[in-house]
C-alpha cells in the first residue's frame, strides 16, 4: 500500500489519471496548472514531488510528458482512492465519526471488490480491540451495511457515537426481546461488553484492517484556493 494521501494530493493525482484515461498520455506542467488553477508550475512540481515521494508516480526526465504512474505494485491501475472519514472507538462510544473527508488511502481493488462506492477508512482508537489485531492508530476499511451476522466485526453507532466490536444478537424468551451485544476483543478485564436492546444502528462490516505504520500523512506544499 502506498502512503496516505491529503484531500488536495488527491485531487492532483486525480487530475492527472484523469487526463491520462482520456487523451492516452501524460500531462504536462502546463496542462496540470491549468486543469487544476495553480498560479504557477511551482506549485505543481511541488506537488508531483510529494506523489513521487509517497510512490504514486515517477518522472523520466528529459521528455515533455514524464509523468509515469504507478500503483504499490509498480504498475498503474489496480488500485482505487478510499476516503477517510473519522477515529472510531474502540475503548468505549466516546469518539464522535465526523465524516471530514480531507485524507486518502490507495487500496488494492481486489479488496474491495466492486463495492468502492461503499467502503471508507476509519482510524482506530483504543486498545480493546488488539486480539482481532486493531490497534491504536490503524486503519479500519469499513463496508457500509446495515446487516451484520453472528461474529461480524462491525462499526456500530449508539446515539451519535461509533465504536468497533464483535457483533452477536442474542434472542429473547419467555416473552422477553432479544438483546444485542457488541464484545470487546482484548484479555484486558477492563473492558466489559456493550449489551444493547434495539436502539443502536450498525453502520457497517469490517472488511480489513490497515496497522499503523504505514500511515504517512504530510502537506508542505503552499495551498491555493481551487
Same mark, same amino acid.
Given at each position: 500500500?502506498?502512503? =496516505?494521501?491529503?484531500?488536495?494530493? %488527491? ?11 482520456? %487523451? #492516452? ?8 496548472? /491549468?486543469?487544476?488553477?495553480? +498560479? +504557477?508550475?511551482?506549485?505543481?512540481? %511541488?506537488?508531483?514531488? *510529494?506523489?513521487?515521494?509517497?510512490? @504514486? ?17 509498480? /504498475?498503474?491501475? +489496480?488500485? *482505487? ?5 473519522? +477515529? ?33 477508512? !476509519?482510524?482506530?482508537? #483504543? ?6 489485531? =486493531?490497534?491504536?492508530?490503524? @486503519?479500519?476499511? *469499513? ?7 453472528? #461474529?461480524?466485526?462491525?462499526?456500530? =453507532?449508539?446515539?451519535?457515537? !461509533? ?6 444478537? !442474542?434472542?429473547?424468551?419467555?416473552? %422477553?426481546?432479544?438483546? !444485542? ?28 484492517? *490497515?496497522? /499503523?505504520?504505514?500511515?504517512? =500523512? ?9
Amino acid at each position: 500500500m502506498n502512503k =496516505i494521501l491529503t484531500y488536495k494530493q %488527491q485531487k492532483v493525482l486525480g487530475a492527472i489519471r484523469d487526463y491520462v484515461e482520456r %487523451q #492516452g498520455e501524460s500531462p504536462t506542467l502546463a496542462d496540470l496548472r /491549468a486543469r487544476l488553477g495553480f +498560479s +504557477s508550475s511551482r506549485t505543481v512540481t %511541488q506537488y508531483l514531488d *510529494i506523489l513521487e515521494e509517497k510512490g @504514486y508516480l515517477v518522472r523520466r526526465h528529459g521528455f515533455k510528458r514524464n509523468i509515469e504512474l504507478l500503483n504499490a505494485d509498480g /504498475a498503474w491501475g +489496480s488500485t *482505487i482512492s478510499v476516503p477517510i472519514i473519522a +477515529s472510531v472507538g474502540c475503548d468505549d462510544l466516546s469518539v464522535f465519526a465526523a465524516e471530514e473527508r480531507t485524507e486518502f488511502l490507495e487500496v488494492d481493488k481486489k479488496i474491495v471488490e466492486e463495492d468502492s462506492g461503499g467502503i471508507v477508512a !476509519v482510524r482506530a482508537v #483504543g486498545d480493546s480491540m488488539t486480539d482481532a489485531g =486493531i490497534n491504536p492508530g490503524d @486503519y479500519v476499511l *469499513i463496508r457500509f451495511t446495515d446487516h451484520a451476522e453472528n #461474529g461480524d466485526r462491525v462499526a456500530a =453507532i449508539v446515539g451519535d457515537m !461509533v465504536t468497533v466490536k464483535r457483533f452477536e444478537r !442474542v434472542p429473547g424468551g419467555n416473552g %422477553q426481546p432479544g438483546m !444485542v451485544v457488541l464484545w470487546p476483543e482484548s484479555k484486558n478485564p477492563k473492558y466489559k461488553p456493550i449489551v444493547l436492546r434495539e436502539d443502536f444502528k450498525i453502520a457497517g462490516k469490517v472488511l480489513c484492517v *490497515i496497522p /499503523a505504520m504505514h500511515s504517512d =500523512i504530510s502537506e508542505i506544499v503552499p495551498l491555493e484556493r481551487w
